[in-house]
């Protein structure tokens, strides 16, 4: 293939050219008057986003998604401690893995694929337990394009005279789904560069409560890379990732220029228009309306398909998403609608779609009308 693929998966996502072009500024200094401004004012645009409250609620490590979960695991329980684990799908089961491979004790909360998380079932299972020391939830259960409560959650640990630190994978959520530090009430959120926040994979981003930094451990056996002190404090004790700061600053003047409200109906539309294409294309929908994940959606696959044949073929046509997952790996196509992909975008990629479907053209019909009728409610807003 000559031109680059169009890409509609639920990570890498698509890097607009002004953050490329922002990745190839001359390397600097990291510790010298250019980079400062730059990790400055990325640092002040995140703790704005995350709404963490106080200076120094932001850490931005070179790792991946998977490297931002260690960390949070590394920074707040030791080898030995009691925690909560609820898995919703596979990534929910690999946050749990991460902590069982440190040593933590998980009493693993294990909700079907398809399903996402019951909020009251968590806390009694915390009032249950003695000792418990945080709880491991998945915002956005990028495997099975589920949505889960976690404000809800929040909300009832709230009420608890005392509660355990309440840590969320939010890796395909934020900033494309909202979850805050101080208006949802949760202690720690971690969120990685190639989502929603349209750079290359490769920087991992903790958002911590004030009550939750006084929580991490000074010291703790076997962490040194991903000790969030000295990158809370605005310190560099490594070299960062100069030139995906750089993107990722460009990445939060979009972001800001879009705006949060209409980047949020943007996903939730993106999600509406793949789901009436499904259904009208054959493709079934895998998971309910009301728990529907902005920015991932599970299609069953096409009959006389396996996943793996239909993304093949896909790819074929120039187009690229995502195979299923776990159990759902023979039975789910993915198709991921997070960060730069506006509704023309989306459109134009199930239009490929059509072309291996013989309803296919009845999905992008279906798709369009949503779109159509959102354009129309908004010009009838914008005239009241
Ligand atoms: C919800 C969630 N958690 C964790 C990860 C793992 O991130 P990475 O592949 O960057 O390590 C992903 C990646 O898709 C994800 O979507």
Redesign the pocket.
Known sequence: MIYPPQILL??PTPVPPSVDLAMQRAMSDHRGAVFTQVKDHVTNQLEALFQVGTQGGVAVIPT??????EAAIQNFFNPGDHIIGVSTGA?GE??VAVAEKMGVVVRHIRVPYGQSFDPRHIVETVEEETDIKGILV??????TGVLNPVGELARLLKTMPAHPVLIV?????VPSVPLTIEKDGVDVIIA?S??GFMCP?GL?ILAVSARARELILKERPGRLFFDLQPYLAGQFPYTPAVSLWNGLEEALNLLEAEGVEPRLARHRLLSRMTRAFGAAAGMEPAVEPAIASPTVTALHVAQGFTPLDFKNQAAQLGLQIAGGMGPWHHEMVRIGHVGAVMPNQLLEGLATLAHLLPQGLDGVQASWNVWHEDIAVQKEAYRA
Do not use: C, M, V, W
Request: proline share 7%; net charge neutral.
């Open positions: 639920p990570g991946t998604g998977t490297g931002a979960l990534f690999r946050f998945t915002h956005n259960e990028t495997s994978d939010s890796i395909s959520g990685a190639q989502k994979p991992g």
